[in-house]
């Protein structure tokens, strides 16, 4: 439970809707259980009539029968108010915990998600969290309902005779504890197919976001062949869990009835010797009904709360991750565009690979400056550091003859027009994607400039939505140079006073590239520009070209 500590602030957030549903519990179970005081009295009077010959009093047993029908339709209205309480309790905590984390995930460095697969980021904030609405839902609410239960019918039962109680009670613990091992099997068999499931699903996205390469080398056979495997094992590992669930039942079956048999074989002695009465045996039986699924449910909480916790555990460890960059908004002035690197280096965590070394560098406002390399040696590291998806290791870097530290993070971002090497767009439209680098509103002329701009109005007009086009996952439905240059007018559409083109010119020929920079040195002018890339052509317009 130590891992659920972290639940309470929910719980305790929550905690009328807790009250009320403990409430609404007791409730329902009084009135489901006082039916047995019904039948009893039902029953004595069936005893009576027949031991004395006497005519049935009709009325008598409508009486009984619609009392019995109103204590079970009150006793399910507070059912349905106990699930509307705790149940939806769950609900909410879970919508909490899911923005919790996601607006947690939003303040993590590029190097945690370096580290960590978009698979498990996503697990994480879906099974795992739903894993713990389990615990915080139906756990909570059955721990409630057995608790009472136990209590009520036992007030109940000891006021007839202690003696029947305890033979009643006997088989019920050995009833939970093999629920519980039951369960406990079901739960392991369940997360080996669960596993099972996740590699069948990641086969298959796998084979179908590379269908065109698959095709390309003729590799069809041995994708299905692999899929016929995975798909095997998962049938084995379900067949396996299906022969563990069909236990459930006939165990729960033999426990109630060696309770029943129990009840009526002592209870007969009870009767003939005249310690209770008749009715006292139907009234026990329904008794033995009533706690069955209580114990049976203890077995399946202890299982949920097992599952919960570790799911809470997996949870706790990102919410527990802290980001390296530390935002500390000393500066908040407008950005003019003087950048400076003084003794910079950088060596990344994990791969202990040093990018950069005693990097010294000026850049003055409103200058264009080329950056070119071999792979790997450091452009793209350059200007991380200048966005502050990482922090130097070492040196410091400077900007308006501030530390960039110092500055807001958000309103440093926002000063920067960054294309990336790697393009990324939504599955929205193209005006959306454009018009995605702030939360300004941009007027349809300002998309369609930008558009302009980078050269790629001509080709979104070609598609028959033109702006209104959606683009696909990743931008999947469109070429490379098109995907580029849509990136390049999402970064110029705000007029940025930093903009940053990171080898964005790769996939566009000599003549679009040219057409491009032609129309960014209006863009760039007065403004501070660095531009990555392998191909000289690509920085001619560079007031200066600085190789690593």
Not at 477 to 502: C, E
Request: proline fraction near 2%.
């Amino acid at each position: 439970m130590y891992s659920l500590k972290s639940i309470n602030v929910y719980l305790l957030k929550y905690k009328w809707r807790l009250l009320l549903g403990a409430l609404f519990v007791v409730l329902s179970t009084l009135f489901s259980i006082y039916q047995g005081v019904i039948v009893r009295n039902a029953t004595n009077e069936i005893v009576s009539l027949i031991a004395n010959h006497t005519s049935v009093n009709t009325s008598q047993f409508i009486i009984f029968g619609i009392t019995l029908f109103a204590l079970a339709l009150t006793s399910g209205f507070f059912l349905f108010l106990m699930r509307q309480t705790i149940i939806v309790m769950s609900r909410h905590i879970e919508f909490d915990q899911k923005n919790e984390l996601y607006a947690h995930y939003q303040t993590l460095d590029a190097s945690f998600y370096k580290n960590n697969s978009t698979g498990d980021l996503m697990n994480r904030i879906s099974e795992d969290i739903g894993k713990v609405r389990m615990y915080t839902g139906p756990a909570i609410m059955y721990l409630i309902n057995t608790f009472a239960t136990v209590l009520i019918v036992l007030v109940f039962m000891l006021k007839i005779n202690w003696q029947l109680t305890l033979l009643v009670f006997a088989p019920l613990p050995l009833l939970s504890f093999v629920i519980y091992k039951v369960s406990d099997l079901i739960n392991k068999r369940s997360t080996i197919v669960q596993q099972g499931l996740s590699k069948l699903t990641s086969h298959a996205q796998e084979t179908f976001s590379a269908i065109r390469v698959i095709k390309a080398y003729a590799r069809e056979k041995h994708y299905v062949s692999e899929l016929e495997t995975l798909n095997t094992d998962f049938k084995k590992q379900n067949l396996r869990l299906a022969i563990v669930e069909a236990f459930f039942q006939p165990v729960l079956v033999l426990m109630i009835g060696v309770s029943v048999i129990a009840t009526v074989w002592f209870g007969g002695h009870l009767v003939i010797d005249k310690t209770i009465e008749p009715g006292n045996i139907t009234e026990f039986i329904l008794y033995v009904y009533k706690l069955t699924w209580p114990f049976a449910s203890l077995g399946w909480v202890t299982s949920l709360i097992q599952r919960a916790s570790a799911s809470q555990t997996r949870i706790n460890e990102f919410l527990n991750t802290k980001s390296t960059i530390v935002n500390t908004p000393e500066i908040k002035q407008k950005i003019e565009g003087d950048i400076e690197f003084i003794n910079v280096g950088f060596i990344y965590a994990d791969s202990k690979i040093e990018a950069l070394k005693n990097l010294n560098l000026k850049i003055e406002k409103g200058k264009t400056i080329g950056i070119k390399g071999q792979i790997g040696a450091g452009k793209s590291t350059l200007v991380n550091l200048l966005t502050r998806m990482y922090d130097s290791t070492s040196g410091e870097i400077y900007i308006d003859n501030k530390p960039i530290k110092k500055y807001d993070l958000f309103e440093l971002r926002k000063s920067i027009g960054y294309v990336p090497q790697e393009v990324f767009l939504f599955s929205d439209t193209i005006r959306n994607n454009i018009a995605f680098s702030s939360n300004h509103t941009y007027s349809e002329s300002e998309i369609i400039q930008a558009a302009k701009d980078a050269g790629v109005y001509e080709n979104i007009m070609a598609f028959p939505e033109g702006f209104n086009t959606v683009v696909g996952e990743r931008g999947v439905t469109l070429s490379g140079g098109q995907k580029q240059r849509i990136s390049i007018a999402r970064a110029i559409i705000s007029r940025p006073q930093i903009l940053i083109f990171d080898d964005c010119l790769s996939a566009v020929d000599v003549e679009t590239e040219e057409l491009i920079l032609n129309n960014l040195k209006s863009i760039m002018k007065d403004k501070t520009s660095i531009i990555i890339s392998h191909r000289d052509s690509a920085l001619r317009y560079a007031d200066k070209v600085v190789e690593l």
